[in-house]
């Protein structure tokens, strides 16, 4: 059987506008490869309330589960929980459970829980929270579709609240050898490697240092042995 697959779709202005960086598809990658679930797409849209709907539509049908980033705030412009409802088919309002969160968070800090920061209790029907240790205002889960926040380290605490629920497969192992060689001479065995192994992965990524060329060769699978068995077999090509 193969792994279950994911997309991840991050959503905000300021990531197409190159005033944000965005960090949390490559950390969702790492965590989904040990997980034992294989990132297989990944979409950046704008803060546009029916682009959203339809990129939700569309990875969400092409995928085991559809993990969101950002616009899950308190301001105008956050407007992923709509989308997302809209996406699926549900409803949403203020959920009792999500306030009481936020209000026993906001009266500890002293803080009014104004109807601004009542927007981040919006839930869709049907959906299940995802816990958030960092700043309390929850993520949710419907369907296949987990929706959490664009700030790095919320967004990593959300990820560590969701993955246990989820069912993997096995993990994905690497194996990488460096050849001091660029990409052109060693293409063609590599190539006709990969093709007796195609249960495997096979990547090849050039470096320039020093003013030489040079290629790393990365085989990735999820069986040890065959792992091994193609490594060996790379090695004798290259050594």
Avoid at 135 to 162: D, E, L, T
Avoid at 171 to 183: K, Y
Avoid at 201 to 227: C, E, H, K, W
Wanted: glycine fraction near 10%; avoid cysteine; hydrophobic fraction near 45%.
């Amino acid at each position: 059987m193969t792994n279950p697959t994911a997309a991840i779709l991050v959503i905000g202005d300021e990531i197409l506008s190159g005033r944000t960086r965005d960090s949390n598809l490559h950390y969702l990658a790492g965590e989904l490869t040990r997980a034992g679930i294989t990132l297989r797409e990944a979409r950046i849209v704008a803060d546009v309330h029916a682009e959203i709907v339809a990129a939700v539509r569309a990875l969400s049908g092409r995928h085991d589960h559809l993990f969101t980033s950002g616009g899950i705030g308190p301001t105008h412009d956050d407007i992923t929980a709509d989308a997302v409802a809209e996406a699926m088919g549900a409803k949403i309002g203020h959920r009792a459970d999500a306030m009481a969160l936020l209000q026993a968070h906001y009266d500890r800090s002293g803080l009014p829980f104004n109807e601004a920061r009542q927007r981040m209790a919006r839930i869709p029907e049907g959906a299940g929270l995802i816990d958030n240790p960092v700043s309390i205002a929850p993520g949710f889960s419907i369907g296949n579709v987990h929706v959490m926040a664009g700030v790095p380290n919320i967004f990593q605490a959300m990820v560590a609240s969701v993955l246990p629920r989820l069912t993997g497969g096995p993990p994905l192992l690497s194996q990488n050898l460096r050849v001091d060689r660029g990409e052109g001479e060693v293409a063609e065995a590599f190539g006709a490697l990969a093709a007796e192994f195609p249960d495997l992965s096979m990547g090849s990524y050039p470096f320039i240092q020093n003013g030489a060329y040079g290629t790393n060769l990365v085989i990735r699978g999820t069986d040890p042995g065959r792992l091994d068995e193609a490594m060996v077999r790379l090695t004798r090509l290259f050594a």
